[in-house]
């Protein structure tokens, strides 16, 4: 690939012009792994399998919120046993304080948020309907629908570190463990969230699965899938 070519992949996506074969392609040349460039990538199948719908998603409201981040320190110590505001599922540290417009222009970390007004807000995982930007992108098929909520949850056994997960989601959601070379993801811990259980204002609760992406903002332009009514047909052709 030329050197001065530029790649809007959140853009091809969305029109229906990228393959989930092609944006892997465009990710490994413009070099978009977390860590160092993607790894070597496994055999892609012909088709992506429909995953069922999850039974429910955490929601967050800012206006309970007091950016406590026990949240975080919960789900990072239940799932990895370990206190990290980077490997929790949920993620507060991108907007504490910073508000529900304008900090990801100006370039602070991924969050939003404009400085000063004091408002705090999570970032969750929209457990997404298929096509699910995370499991498309995946090379190996590691992220598929947990057995009990049917919440997306990534197979360490298949995973191989290359981070292309979090590259995909619009949301940045997935993290890549330096220490494990593994990715993780919300997964709803099996139907018991250990963040909203933690939460002493009930800022975050577990509540039936409804579409969260359009009420979030990007914060960078991943994998955007078209309708299932326009993309998925070629794949899942009766």
Not at 16 to 32: D, E, I, P, T, Y
Not at 47 to 75: M, N, Q, Y
Not at 158 to 180: E, F, K, Q
Not at 203 to 224: C, E, F, I, K, N
């Amino acid at each position: 690939m030329a050197e001065n070519e530029s790649l809007d992949i959140g853009t091809e996506i969305q029109e229906g012009n990228l393959s989930r074969r092609n944006f892997l392609m465009a990710a490994s040349f413009a070099g978009l792994g977390v860590f160092g460039g993607v790894r070597a990538l496994g055999t892609l199948t012909g088709k992506t399998p429909i995953i069922a719908d999850s039974k429910g998603v955490l929601f967050h409201k800012p206006e309970r919120c007091v950016g406590c981040r026990r949240c975080e320190l919960a789900c990072s110590e239940f799932n990895d046993g370990a206190a990290s505001a980077y490997l929790a599922r949920v993620k507060v540290a991108r907007n504490l304080n910073f508000g529900p417009e304008g900090a990801g222009v100006s370039g602070y970390f991924l969050g939003r948020g404009k400085y000063g007004n004091g408002k705090v807000i999570a970032e969750t995982c929209k457990q997404c309907p298929h096509p699910v930007p995370c499991a498309e992108a995946c090379p190996q098929g590691a992220i598929k629908a947990q057995s009990t909520t049917k919440a997306r949850k990534i197979d360490t056994a298949l995973c191989i570190g290359c981070g292309i997960c979090t590259v995909a989601c619009p949301w940045g959601m997935p993290t890549l463990n330096a220490a494990t070379q593994k990715s993780s993801k919300c997964f709803l811990c099996d139907g018991r969230p250990e963040c909203a259980h933690a939460c002493p204002t009930a800022a975050l609760t577990y509540v039936a699965w409804r579409d969260l992406r359009l009420a979030s903002p990007l914060v960078q332009s991943g994998m955007m899938p078209a309708s299932t009514t326009t993309n998925c047909s070629t794949c899942h052709s009766s």
